[in-house]
């Protein structure tokens, strides 16, 4: 095998000092664990892939042994490769945007049932259509719910009506269940009548790690761009954030979106096609390390447009850079409680133009000095801490092993 390099919602504080205090005493020592459900890592744009990517180390710190199942199409090469001590399994997947990570999850499924593990951690509501098989296979299921993926704007009717089937079963048939937003693991107590256990996501920034070359790459002026971080799918909403950016006729600004989108997926091309010859309009594909800090870190405005989120890491990420930031107004970003001059209606274009102005104003007459930006990235890191969440994690493991 190769080694490859690479402001308000808080945890339930019940369960974060039950769970705390029994992990703090515990270890994973011995503990076989397969991760199945996403594409893969390290360096591979999306939620669920962020998620576990922080996550997973954590797990191998406190003894695990950790493998992930990746689709060969995200990542390097066809054959097992460790990285940061969890050996990543590349596996083929369909070149189909609907059968892409079912089908790869049951095979990934079988696969890990090879290896005994002593816990099957499935993630997100399509791949855990899988959890009745495991359990048939005679094996101990965690599941993550990562927000309500059959609101998404590609999906039709009959893909929404599947993907709710997995949310099902996955409540129904999984031993142990994590939802990372507060409304949904709300929502999903009163629906299913079955204990779930809120662990949100968490930020991880390195203040200090910033590469402000990216700002030469791109032709940019520190402090003079409005950023959004997301993959370039349609509920992301660019297309609202660049009439707003157009119609708010700001001079001197730029607009910067970061991202990769579907190859299989007609909106990420429109995007390029429709900003090509728009100099002040920036799309610099996917970005990570350094370079993304950098261009967090000298923004003048983040802004996140989009229609569907579980919990909005970017949007977190924004806040540890102390980034102004403004958000659609949708249940997901709703929940971070932020003030309200920070959000806007979804889909409303001159709300988003107007409040871009706005904040973009405030920015440039106070700006905020190095250390307040810093009390502010320590802040949100603190209250969305990746070693809480693993300890949290390590804890429901335990529960459903019946270890201490």
């Known amino acids: 095998m190769n080694d490859v390099g690479a402001n308000k919602l808080m945890p339930d504080a019940s369960l974060s000092a039950k769970t705390t205090s029994v992990a703090e005493f515990c270890t994973l020592e011995g503990v076989r664990i397969c991760i199945i459900g996403l594409r893969g890592v390290p360096g591979v744009p ?9 996550l997973a180390p954590g797990l191998v ?3 695990a042994e950790v493998h992930v199942f990746a689709r060969e199409n995200y990542v390097a090469g066809k054959i097992p490769y460790l990285w940061r001590g969890i050996t990543v399994h590349p596996g083929w997947a369909p070149n189909n945007m609907r059968l892409e990570a079912i089908v790869h999850t049951l095979f990934a499924l079988f696969k890990a049932r090879l290896l005994k593990p002593d816990i099957v951690h499935i993630h997100a509501v399509g791949p855990s259509l899988v959890a009745p098989l495991a359990r048939l296979m005679g094996l101990k299921v965690v599941f993550t719910h990562h927000g309500y993926d059959y ?8 893909d929404k009506k599947i993907l709710r089937l997995g949310e099902w079963a996955g409540m129904r048939f999984a031993q142990g269940r994590i939802v990372i937003a507060r409304h949904i693991a709300d929502a999903m107590q009163a629906k299913f009548k079955r204990d779930v256990k809120f662990i949100p996501n968490g930020v991880q920034v390195d203040l200090s790690a910033v590469d402000n070359g990216i700002l030469e790459t791109f032709d940019l002026t520190k402090g003079r761009y409005v950023l959004l971080v997301a993959r370039l799918v349609a509920e992301k909403r660019q297309t609202d954030l660049i009439d707003a950016f157009l119609s708010a006729d700001l001079p001197d ?3 910067v979106l970061v991202g990769g989108g579907d190859a299989r997926s007609g909106y990420a091309e429109m995007l390029r096609s429709r900003t090509k010859a728009n100099p002040n ?3 610099t594909g996917s970005q990570s390390g350094a370079q993304l800090a950098g261009l967090f870190a000298n923004a003048g405005l983040f802004v996140l447009p989009s229609s569907h989120e579980g919990m909005p890491i970017a949007l977190l990420e924004a806040m540890a850079y102390g980034l102004p930031v403004l958000a659609s107004d949708i249940e997901a970003n709703v929940a971070l409680e932020l003030d309200p001059s920070s959000y806007f209606p979804l889909g409303d274009v001159s709300a988003l133009s107007r409040a ?6 405030e920015r440039q007459d106070s700006s905020p000095k190095p250390t307040e930006a810093q009390d502010t990235g320590s802040k949100i890191m603190s209250r969305y801490n990746w070693r809480t969440i693993c300890e949290q994690t390590a804890a429901l493991y335990l529960s459903v092993l019946k270890r201490r």
């Open 281 to 283: 309009i920036v799309l």
């Open 151 to 158: 609101d998404r704007e590609k999906w039709n009717a009959v």
């Open 46 to 54: 999306g939620g669920i892939e962020t998620h576990v990517e922080q």
């Open 61 to 63: 710190d406190k003894g």
């Open 356 to 361: 871009m102005r706005v904040k973009l104003l």
């Open 253 to 255: 600004t730029k607009l």
